[in-house]
């Protein structure tokens, strides 16, 4: 899933291309995608692009007369900008937005059509689609200790959950972990005041680094190599190699269909996390989800 770094080179590149142009049409090619009937789409065509912001991971297209389209990738979905009236493609492709200077085309290299697209008119109706989590980026650090405090989740769990803090997703909050030297499954009720102004100064410094080092690459282009995977991360995808600060090699933690990637040397004081593939005799007592973590990080027995 594009993240806040991702989502922020969207911006830019968008904002140099749609802003002040007008939308000729937006033309829809999965019926999955659009998920409001109301203002109806017609209502865009030919209305001035007035900006283009964030809503967490969601970008959002602000429109003459305060219409908004709000666009949420998910996981899959992708932007590329083509030239004018480009076709959609066939087999992933979702929608176009036409301007008299390009297209911008939406797809998502996903069957399960996660992506969504909303039409919404006024502030209030725009302010429905944000989940209302922290900007670590705009927060102070007694912000960021509130906000974690709201609930007590594991440190993976709560750096994702978009109702607590913006922007940030699986990819990111692996290297934001590693930079602060703390384990995935540590309570947020669990930390001290020096590990949570840990956490918010290495939150903060590994999102700006990679919005600048993602706006430096792609310069001037439009972003086409969006992915959760980058060169230059520590851990995230990283499963086995070297530790860029230890040498040590690179752990996971796997449950349902995601997957946590930390250093023990670094994070956990030496200590592996159980991993479903090294707890087979645990069978179907196995955690599903990170609120199962967080169910057996209150038992003294529960590593973390």
């Avoid at 999965?30 to 998920?35: K, N, Y």
Wanted: glycine share 6%; net charge positive.
């Amino acid at each position: 899933m594009p993240e806040l770094p991702d989502i922020v080179c969207y911006l830019h590149a968008l904002e140099t291309r749609v802003a002040g142009q007008r939308l000729e049409r937006l033309r829809i090619a999965s019926p999955f995608l659009l998920r409001t009937a109301d203002p109806p789409l017609a209502d865009l065509s030919g209305r001035a692009i007035r900006g283009v912001r964030r809503l967490g991971k969601r970008i959002v297209f602000a429109l003459d007369d305060a219409y908004f389209v709000v666009l949420h990738l998910m996981i899959a979905g992708r932007l590329h900008w083509k030239p004018v009236a480009a076709p959609i493609p066939r087999r992933a492709g979702l929608a176009a937005l036409d301007f008299p200077s390009g297209t911008l085309l939406l797809t998502e290299a996903s069957t399960k059509h996660r992506a969504s697209l909303h039409v919404v008119r006024g502030e209030r109706a725009l302010a429905a689609h944000d989940p209302g989590g922290l900007d670590v980026l705009g927060a102070t650090l007694e912000q960021f200790r509130a906000a974690l405090a709201r609930e007590s989740h594991t440190l993976k769990r709560a750096l994702t959950d978009p109702r607590l803090l913006d922007g940030i997703g699986n990819a990111y909050s692996d290297e934001i972990l590693h930079a602060a030297r703390l384990s995935p499954l540590r309570l947020t009720s669990q930390l001290t005041r020096e590990e949570s102004e840990r956490l918010f100064r290495a939150a903060r410094e590994t999102l700006a680094t990679w919005i600048e080092r993602l706006g430096a690459q792609t310069g001037d282009a439009f972003p086409e190599k969006v992915t959760a995977f980058r060169n230059g991360m520590a851990v995230h995808g990283r499963f086995k190699k070297p530790c860029p600060v230890c040498g040590s090699p690179v752990q996971r933690i796997r449950y349902a269909a995601d997957e946590v990637n930390y250093c023990a040397t670094c994070q956990t004081g030496g200590r592996l996390l159980a991993d479903r593939s090294l707890s087979r005799l645990m069978k179907e007592d196995w955690p599903r989800s990170l609120e199962e973590w967080e169910e057996r990080a209150a038992s003294p027995t529960t590593e973390g």
